[in-house]
């Protein structure tokens, strides 16, 4: 089945570092999603990508889809404390409609 | 809104035993899921459902079952607790059952099973 695996696993990074989190998946995918989840709490939506080699900020984040549409990037430019929580990228497709597949999850600290 | 709503928040139990975990939105969503989260495993699809009456397995169904009676409420039901079932438990819902909308996570139940 579709498989999203997700590095690194862990980040540590002083504030006002930037960060990456790369997710690859093993089939070719109809989309992908982000979510984080801040400690304690829920996976909250965060972007959507479904087009080959798109590219889409928010504010300090950007998003990128890779042109083969089976990698993914989320970089955050100059980190803050807020930032810190588990960031997960969920792919859709692989023969399903109805199933995103989740990767593990990269979990950011920030030392302030 | 209240959004998608579990409980409880907590629960232990004792293996053997079972419970059912509550879930309910009040979008009008047609697609409902559950989610377990283990530490380093991610979040695995336990069972989905695509409207009243139509549920599926997803990744981890065994010792798990559902039921989808009305369109707002999803309950998962553990038959006989383990303690390899001791995970937070995530429902999530969207308003079509496409991969590519958003979903909303309820805050999970957190369950432990001695």
């Not at chain 2, 232990?12 to 309910?24: D, P």
């Not at chain 2, 283990?38 to 010792?63: C, F, K, W």
């Amino acid at each position: 089945g579709q498989q999203v695996m997700q590095i690194p696993q862990y980040q540590h990074v002083q504030e006002g570092e930037d960060f990456t989190t790369y997710c690859n998946s093993s089939t070719t995918l109809s989309n992908i999603q982000w979510y984080k989840q801040r400690p304690g709490g829920h996976p909250v939506f965060l972007i959507q990508l479904v087009k080959s080699g798109e590219v889409k900020k928010q504010k300090r984040l950007t998003f990128q889809f890779g042109e083969a549409k089976k990698n993914s990037s989320l970089h955050i430019t100059a980190t803050q404390t807020t930032d810190v929580g588990t960031y997960f990228c969920a792919g859709g497709g692989g023969g399903s409609n109805y199933k995103l597949t989740f990767g593990k999850g990269t979990l950011l600290t920030v030392n302030p | 809104n209240a959004g998608v709503t579990q409980t409880p928040k907590f629960q232990v139990l004792k293996t053997g035993q079972s419970m059912t975990l509550q879930c309910a939105q009040d979008m009008n969503h047609e697609y409902m899921s559950w989610y377990r989260q283990d530490p380093g495993m991610g979040l695995r699809l336990i069972h989905y459902s695509v409207g009243a009456g139509i549920t599926d397995q997803g990744e981890v169904p065994n010792g798990y079952n559902v039921s989808r009676s009305t369109t707002e409420d999803f309950p998962l039901r553990l038959l006989s607790a383990a303690p390899s079932q001791t995970s937070v438990y995530f429902c999530a819902s969207s308003y079509t059952p496409k991969v590519d909308v958003t979903q909303y996570f309820g805050p999970g139940t957190r369950l432990l099973v001695l």
